[in-house]
């Protein structure tokens, strides 16, 4: 299936960007009239991989995260999220709620959102390499909205 | 800093405001402990009305609230969480865990 639209941004991963890169997000999707709570969710993944990135792919040097959307004809959003950074050395274990390698400021929730308010999350890592995170959501058809 | 904090005898209540994220996490966590230990609280009431936007750093602030308070024997209250915000502590679960709601 081809998109409809994509759009590619590339940033350093300083913690300022999680704001941009939300912002971003969900000005893309609102070509798709998407629900206010869609719109909150979408911002809500996207924050947390972009952070994910920032936080663990870079921990100690600046590095290049990129964030993909895709739109597709069926109301489906794709969100990709990469960085070339440390990588996951046990991608499962990651997954599980309340596991992280981080500090007091983590709360190791971030995969369980992403996979509660994504309909697919597919995480692609190797360690020393960086990692691949991506998610789609399908939004409701709302009659009236555009296509 | 948008933080605000009015403290009325024992009871001490919070209004956050903008965006949770791990951009602002540090200082906010830095912010609370340092309220927290010159206050010492009964009752500490995070007042979330004005939050516009909040990620699961928001959830390690509040676990890290619920322990403060928990070591002094005081209560954690959550109060006007917006939709966004609330969906994030259910997704967690951590709307079982800390008192949610007007008292
Ligand atoms: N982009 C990434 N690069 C390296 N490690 C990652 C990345 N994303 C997630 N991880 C690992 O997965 C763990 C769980 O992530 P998450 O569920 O978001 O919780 P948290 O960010 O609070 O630790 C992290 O603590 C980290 O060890
Ligand atoms: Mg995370």
Redesign the pocket.
């Known amino acids: 299936m081809k998109p409809v639209n994509s759009v590619k941004l590339e940033f350093l991963s300083r913690s300022a960007n999680e704001g941009f890169a939300r912002s971003a997000a969900a000005c893309f999707a609102a070509q798709m009239d998407p629900t206010l709570e869609e719109l909150g969710d979408l911002k809500t993944a996207v924050s947390?991989a972009v952070?994910?990135?920032i936080?663990?792919?870079y921990p100690e040097e600046l590095g290049k995260v990129s964030l993909r959307l895709r739109r597709y004809e069926d109301r489906t959003l794709e969100i990709r999220v990469q960085?070339w950074?440390?990588?996951?050395p046990d991608v499962e274990k990651?997954r599980e709620p309340m596991?992280?390698?981080?500090g007091e400021e983590?709360?190791?929730?971030?995969?369980?959102i992403m996979e509660s308010f994504m309909d697919a999350v597919k995480i692609r890592?190797r360690p020393g390499r960086g990692?691949c995170?991506t998610m789609r959501k399908k939004l409701s058809s709302r009659p009236g909205g555009r296509l | 800093m948008e933080l605000t904090c009015r403290s009325r005898s024992c009871k001490t209540r919070w209004k956050l405001t903008g965006e949770i994220d791990h951009h602002r996490a540090q200082a906010l966590s830095r912010e609370l402990e340092r309220e927290v230990s010159t206050r010492l609280p009964g009752e500490l009431v995070l007042d979330f009305s004005g939050v516009t936007f909040m990620d699961?750093s928001g959830i390690?602030l509040v676990l890290r609230a619920s322990r403060l308070m928990e070591e002094l024997g005081g209560r954690l209250r959550l109060e006007s969480v917006p939709g966004q915000a609330l969906r994030v502590l259910k997704a967690a679960g951590i709307h079982r865990r800390v008192e949610l709601g007007e008292e």
């Open positions: 947390e952070t994910n990135a936080v663990h792919g960085d950074g440390r990588g996951i990651a596991f992280t390698t981080g983590r709360s190791g929730m971030g995969f369980t890592s990692t995170v | 699961s390690a």
